[in-house]
């Protein structure tokens, strides 16, 4: 199995080309350093964009709200009259500090678009009516719009919705789930550009500092299988990273691994396995890496640190792998309540804290430095075994390495 086996079964839903994406002073909500910048392509009387409204509000209330920042760009399509009006209202409303309030209020009343309802909804948010109706006529306001459009459009974002997840492009009114795993990616790229020195300020401009200046045209092709380093590599240590097995031990095993991958379960049985026939020789240290198309697994690798806190992680470990199938939020707190000792109200507050996400995100971030995109994978005295290998081959490799 390669390195790469999960992420080869898919097709990336964002092209791989990052665009050079400049925002300013659009209307934004989320911090200015925050580690995912989503850009949205958009219009008032597009019902796809109406559609897609709803999935980035649950974006903004999803644990991933703290690492990003939506950015809106106009794109008013020509065959919708109402479009630029609906543009020019928002913006007219941008001016008094109402442009979120008012975005929602013309999607909320997409159908009844017009200068009637402009004017109402102006009302509702008790916005000076003189000044909101020569704004709706400023014609630097429709070239603020129209400069958005040649922006967007340059960049081959000629229809609506459109997104820009730190520059990489995505189209159409994508479910939750590809929004969540897009961004999860751009959070992993991030991550890395941190663990290598790079400060959250700034941290969009450097990202896509070198993107395409216009649009490239590019086929959907599957991602490339990089070649398995031939040496041991070494594994930088994470203190705390949870070991099982030899205190002395002849081979250490580090396994990069995801409970919701079905290959990891079946990848953790054959460490079973291993630690029983090398009880004196072998250590095993799990590392991390929630693949971005698993919706719980990253909840679930911290649900895991946090039992680890209290002596626990071992048998929360098994427990996840155990209904690894099923996972779900209020699952992985059930299984956080049938560990025999754990302090159920402790692991709720340490399952959120910020010293457990980052010790995930380490592990992430160790993954992405020597290669492993996909689990689970396995490093023995530094030599990759990649995949849900049987244990004939661990043991082949074990006593190669054995002194």
């Known amino acids: 199995m390669s390195l790469l086996f999960s992420s080869l079964l898919l097709f990336s839903s964002a092209q791989s080309v990052v665009y050079h994406f400049p925002v300013n002073d659009e209307p934004s909500l989320g911090s200015a350093d925050a580690l995912v910048t989503l850009v949205v392509v958009s219009e008032f009387q597009c019902p796809f964009c109406k559609r897609v409204k709803e999935t980035l509000k649950q974006l903004m209330e999803s644990p991933m709200a703290e690492d990003l920042r939506i950015v809106f760009f106009h794109n008013p399509l020509n065959f919708h009259d109402q479009a630029m009006p609906a543009a020019l209202a928002a913006e007219a409303a941008r001016v008094q500090g109402k442009f979120w309030p008012m975005h929602d209020l013309l999607f909320e009343n997409q159908r009844e678009l017009g200068e009637p309802l402009y004017l109402r909804l102006?009302?509702?948010?008790?916005?000076?009516?003189?000044?909101?109706?020569?704004?709706?006529?400023?014609?630097?306001?429709?070239?603020?719009?129209?400069?958005?459009?040649?922006?967007?459009?340059?960049?081959?974002?000629?229809?609506?919705?459109?997104?820009?997840?730190?520059?990489?492009?995505?189209?159409?009114?994508?479910?939750?789930?590809?929004?969540?795993?897009?961004?999860?990616?751009?959070?992993?790229?991030?991550?890395?550009?941190?663990?290598?020195?790079?400060?959250?300020?700034?941290?969009?401009?450097?990202?896509?500092?070198?993107?395409?200046?216009?649009?490239?045209?590019?086929?959907?092709?599957?991602?490339?299988?990089?070649?398995?380093?031939?040496?041991?590599?070494?594994?930088?240590?994470?203190?705390?990273?949870?070991?099982?097995?030899?205190?002395?031990?002849?081979?250490?095993?580090?396994?990069?691994?995801?409970?919701?991958?079905?290959?990891?379960?079946?990848?953790?049985?054959?460490?079973?396995?291993?630690?029983?026939a090398y009880p004196e020789d072998v250590r095993v240290v799990f590392r991390h890496l929630p693949l971005s198309f698993h919706a719980h697994a990253d909840l679930a690798a911290r649900a895991a640190e946090a039992a680890g806190l209290q002596g626990f992680f071992w048998p929360m470990h098994d427990l996840l792998f155990e209904h690894s199938r099923q996972l779900s939020p209020e699952l992985i707190t059930e299984l956080a309540g049938r560990v025999p000792g754990l302090d159920l109200g402790q692991w709720r507050m340490d399952v959120k804290s910020p010293a457990i996400r980052e010790a995930v995100d380490a592990d992430k971030a160790e993954a992405a430095r020597v290669g492993v995109r996909g689990t689970p994978n396995f490093f023995l005295n530094g030599h990759i075994v990649s995949g849900a290998q049987p244990f004939e081959r661990f043991k082949a490799k074990i006593d190669e390495l054995m002194p």
């Open 122 to 276: 102006a009302m509702e948010l008790n916005l000076d009516l003189g000044r909101f109706q020569r704004d709706m006529e400023s014609s630097e306001l429709k070239a603020r719009i129209e400069s958005q459009k040649q922006q967007a459009v340059r960049l081959g974002a000629r229809g609506t919705p459109g997104f820009f997840i730190n520059g990489r492009k995505l189209s159409g009114a994508q479910p939750y789930e590809t929004f969540e795993a897009a961004v999860k990616e751009a959070l992993g790229r991030a991550l890395v550009d941190l663990h290598y020195g790079g400060s959250r300020q700034g941290v969009y401009q450097r990202l896509i500092a070198d993107g395409a200046r216009e649009e490239v045209k590019e086929k959907p092709t599957r991602r490339p299988r990089p070649p398995e380093p031939k040496g041991p590599v070494v594994i930088r240590a994470r203190q705390g990273a949870m070991a099982i097995g030899a205190k002395e031990p002849k081979v250490t095993i580090v396994s990069f691994s995801d409970f919701q991958c079905p290959f990891c379960v079946r990848g953790a049985k054959v460490m079973e396995e291993v630690l029983k």
